[in-house]
């Protein structure tokens, strides 16, 4: 399967992504991994990322497009894969449809993992680090500073759920409860045997 995992900050993304790939057998991929190959590969890519990177500049999405694109061409990805932050705007969508397209494949569905704000919010201020001894939090997971985090989603990724649903590829699953509750939610999506109580298909 070739599956797209969308969700907030703090929705349990990447623990699900690890827990779904390895469930179907196929690669959990992330640009940041991606991003991180590349650089200390010092391939081409890498090379330009780097530059950007230096700068404390976004780095454009024709080379992001480009890496993911060379990263789904690699053999451990010809049976499936489930991206994991990408993409993370409709011109990356967009461009991941017809990249996909020259390598003769397709997405098979795209889950976006929904959590209530507030719940996110708490989840993620609640986290605590440890500090030359003492439990601390960071300046990024303060309540003021979540919120912000989860209106940038809302305005620049969120509306790529909205693109998947138009293209009839999205399903939204609930992510309260237990990682495995949430997991077998995700499966049921996915229609792969083993799912529990299903997610519900976005109306198409």
Known sequence: MRIVLLGPPGAGKGTQA????GTLGVPAISTGDIFRANVSGQTELGKKVKTFLDAGNLV???ITVAMVKDRLAEADAEGGFLLDGFPRSIPQAEQLRDSLGELGHKLDRVVELVVEEDELVRRL???RMIVDGKEVQRDDDKPETVRHRLSVYREQTAPVAGFYEGEGLLARVDAIGEI???TSRVLAALGVEGGG???QPAAV
């Open 18 to 21: 690890q827990i779904i790939a």
């Open 60 to 62: 454009p999405d024709e």
């Open 125 to 127: 201020s609640g986290r």
């Open 180 to 182: 495995d509750e949430v």
């Open 197 to 199: 109580e299903a997610g």
